[in-house]
């Protein structure tokens, strides 16, 4: 089992969704549930990470279910939660609308915590803030970030030892066809999603 935590990010308002995504379900399962079970399979330490942890019905023996630290709504919120509990000093941060999320791309950006602060991959200039990994060692910043009421995550970057993975030959390896990035926002995005998973299969 990798030394490395997982942070579900599931506290988001879902507004253009209607409803709340992250208890929405594919295959009889939430995508939270969904990714989860797939995280539980390369760490021993996974958490979703929420502003109300009751929603959620299911359990699993690496999972923990905690809320944020903050009633502010932004993943800078949900990553500090996260760093604050995580068991180890690389954490894995996803968000909870992106069920598709390959292992071994997350596998594939582990080899290079050792070196930096986070590994992000970064797609047609957009950088995927919530598909990466983060340091404990960066909690400080992103405190000092919180605490100054700038919760762009993008402005972060340029403070600490960021690996932005832009190579999407490279990436392919490791997700041929690019799911892991197919984020749920909409009742379209959620439509697309569900046939998606009868193409392809959701991954556990």
């Given at each position: 089992m990798n030394k490395f935590s997982c942070a579900i990010l599931a506290g988001g308002q879902s507004r253009r969704f209607g409803r709340d995504k992250t208890v929405a379900e594919i295959n009889n399962k939430s995508l939270t549930e969904i990714l989860a079970s797939k995280l539980c399979k390369i760490s021993d330490d996974v958490m979703v990470i929420s502003k109300d942890s009751s929603k959620f019905i299911f359990s699993l023996n690496q999972?923990?279910?905690l809320n944020d630290f903050t009633d502010s709504q932004s993943p800078l919120v949900g990553i500090i939660t996260a760093l604050q509990n995580a068991k180890h000093d690389k954490v894995?941060?996803?968000s909870a609308d992106t069920p598709f999320l390959s292992l071994e791309l997350v596998?594939?950006?582990?080899?290079?915590?050792?070196?930096?602060?986070?590994v992000l991959t970064q797609i047609n200039g957009k950088i995927n803030t919530?598909?990466?990994?983060?340091?404990?060692?960066?909690?400080?910043?992103?405190?000092?970030?919180?605490?100054?009421?700038?919760?762009?995550?993008?402005?972060?970057?340029?403070?600490?030892?960021?690996?932005?993975?832009?190579d999407v030959n490279e990436i392919k390896?490791?997700?041929?066809?690019?799911?892991?990035?197919?984020n749920i926002n909409t009742p379209e995005d959620y439509e697309y999603a569900k046939k998606v998973a009868k193409k392809f299969g959701i991954g556990i």
């Open positions: 999972v923990r279910f894995f941060i996803v596998s594939f950006l582990y080899k290079f915590a050792d070196e930096y602060d986070s919530l598909c990466g990994f983060y340091r404990k060692k960066i909690l400080q910043t992103l405190l000092n970030f919180f605490n100054e009421n700038n919760y762009r995550l993008i402005d972060i970057y340029t403070h600490i030892n960021t690996k932005f993975i832009s390896k490791y997700d041929s066809e690019l799911l892991s990035f197919i």
